[in-house]
């Protein structure tokens, strides 16, 4: 059964599969989950508790739809996810709003990963769920909440309505450009020698345990099918065998040839592992060395390799003794692998988390005098400007700070802002002649001053039309998101368990 669902695996797209199977399988989790906690109250919603393995299952969800959008979440972003989708769940019930099987077998239908010839394949679709060890069951009532979430909210969208007038307003806000100066004082202006206290230290630990998890950890064994193998080969010798059934290629010159005839013969390995339960044999008949990578963790490079996420999106996936279903790509060629080993995820004790939480504090420390010390400069700019009417690189000069100018952007942002997510947004806020609040940004704060303000031209006519789709969607999402407070409000949510907060 497992050689047939290998095979059967081959054209699959993998990173949807992984996805999946991270999400609802349990792997990647930061959080441990004892059998006896499961069903203690965490929260509540309208009076009623929210359980904890509620709450895994329903992060578990939007951990999915992170991933499959290309990213993995902080853990802080997948907790808010978890309690907005609970407390949609919640009110979506209420509403009488669900997902009928229409939508969700409408929706499953267009994943690649359960289709052969362009067509969803409900064989296809089984053998998926079942090779990976997923309850289709709870796999379909995830979705099905996640679709009856969405169609509330475009319910609750749809109702927003924009006038001609709105739309010239959108374009001219949206169109305005602005040049500031700036300065900044960075976080290395503050560094600190000090070290923590031990009783600091402790009393974060103490606080934060839940952040300090060992993640899991994987041993496999594997094969490298490297391209310089194949780069002083004749042309004869470039081709490996391919099966019975298939001819070699033609051979070619150079370092394309070179990558073809390692990828043939990685492929070709691969398919003799659909009948086989290890590495030996082909490692014997092509001459390869099977190689161990000891226990590593996501994020970790492979010993010789070097870091490949896709031996890691894989490796979750799969129990001990599996053979991977297809060669992996690495930057010298081919990797094949078989899991040997895992260690599942724990709670760190204070010893192993001490050096990082270390760290942490005294990142957080140096940023505090940071923030200490710009608000001082920022106050003292401030008085040079009212006091001596200066402006404010005279006044910046004047407390021992330099000041960048930018080209002119727009609500946007621009190709030459600094590291600061809200910078243009406070730009645009602060009145001509004056300083605006503390900026935080990634390397420290920033404060600035408005230089120039240059309005758009007037709306094109042809642009009508998708202007008023612009506002009309910008109003949507403000109606959305005051529809969404207002729930917050009226349904008494709380957290409970300080463990499980954002």
């Known amino acids: 059964m497992l050689n047939g669902m290998r095979k059967s695996a081959k054209h699959i797209l993998w990173p949807l599969i992984i996805a999946l199977v991270i999400t609802m399988g349990g792997y990647g989790v930061w959080y441990l989950v004892r059998p006896e906690t499961t069903q203690a109250s965490i929260g509540a919603i309208w009076g009623e508790p929210v359980r904890q393995e509620e709450f895994i299952q329903t992060a578990r969800a939007a951990r999915a739809v992170a991933l499959l959008g290309g990213r993995e979440p902080e853990r802080s972003e997948l907790y808010m996810a978890a309690w907005r989708n609970l407390l949609l769940q919640r009110e979506a019930e209420r509403m009488g709003i669900s997902a009928s099987r229409r939508d969700l077998a409408r929706f499953l239908a267009q994943w690649p990963v359960f289709q052969v010839d362009g067509r969803f394949n409900p064989d296809r679709y089984s053998r998926v769920l079942a090779g990976l060890g997923l309850d289709s069951a709870t796999f379909e009532k995830q979705i099905e909440t996640l679709l009856a979430n969405e169609l509330m909210g475009t319910i609750v969208r749809n109702q927003a309505l924009v006038s001609p007038a709105e739309a010239d307003r959108t374009y001219l806000r949206l169109n305005e450009e602005i040049r500031v100066e700036y300065a900044r004082v960075g976080v290395e202006e503050s560094s600190l020698l000090q070290d923590v206290p031990e009783a600091e230290m402790a009393e974060y630990y103490r606080e934060n345990r839940g952040q300090f998890q060992v993640q899991t950890e994987i041993e496999i064994d594997y094969l490298l099918v490297e391209v310089d193998d194949f780069t002083n080969l004749t ?31 990685a492929d070709a390995i691969s398919r003799m592992l659909d009948y086989e339960d290890s590495l030996a044999k082909p490692a014997e008949e092509y001459g390869l060395e099977i190689r161990n990578s000891g226990y590593f963790s996501p994020g970790e490079e492979l010993p010789g390799v070097g870091l490949v996420p896709g031996i890691e999106r894989l490796a979750w ?24 080993g895992i260690k599942e995820a724990r709670q760190g004790e204070f010893e192993e988390a001490r050096e990082e939480i270390r760290v942490i504090l ?16 920022l106050l003292e700019i401030r008085g040079l400007m009212d006091t001596e009417e200066r402006d404010f690189a005279a006044a910046a000069e004047g407390v021992d700070l330099e000041t960048e100018t930018t080209s002119f952007f727009t609500r946007q942002g621009g190709d030459d802002l600094p590291p600061a997510p809200q910078f243009a947004t406070a730009a645009f806020l602060t009145p001509p002649g004056e300083v605006s609040d503390l900026i935080p940004g990634e390397d420290g704060f920033f404060f600035l001053s408005v ?9 094109p006519e042809d642009e009508n039309e998708e202007w008023l ?5 910008t109003r949507a999402e403000l109606l959305y998101e005051s529809w969404f407070s207002h729930l917050v409000r009226q349904s008494g949510f709380s957290i409970t368990n300080e463990e499980f907060a954002p």
């Open 317 to 340: 996936a799969m129990e001990t003794g599996v053979i991977a279903s297809y060669p992996v790509p690495v930057p010298d060629g081919f990797l094949i692998f078989q899991l040997t």
């Open 362 to 377: 005294l990142a957080d420390k140096q940023r505090e005098v940071a923030f200490n010390l710009a608000r001082e400069k």
């Open 469 to 473: 789709a612009i506002a009309r969607r």
């Open 451 to 459: 230089l120039e303000r240059k309005p758009p031209p007037p709306m």
């Open 235 to 265: 042309p004869e010798e470039e081709a490996p065998e391919t099966g019975p059934e298939e001819s070699p290629p033609e051979a070619e010159t150079g370092r394309t040839a070179a990558e073809e005839s390692a990828a043939a013969r």
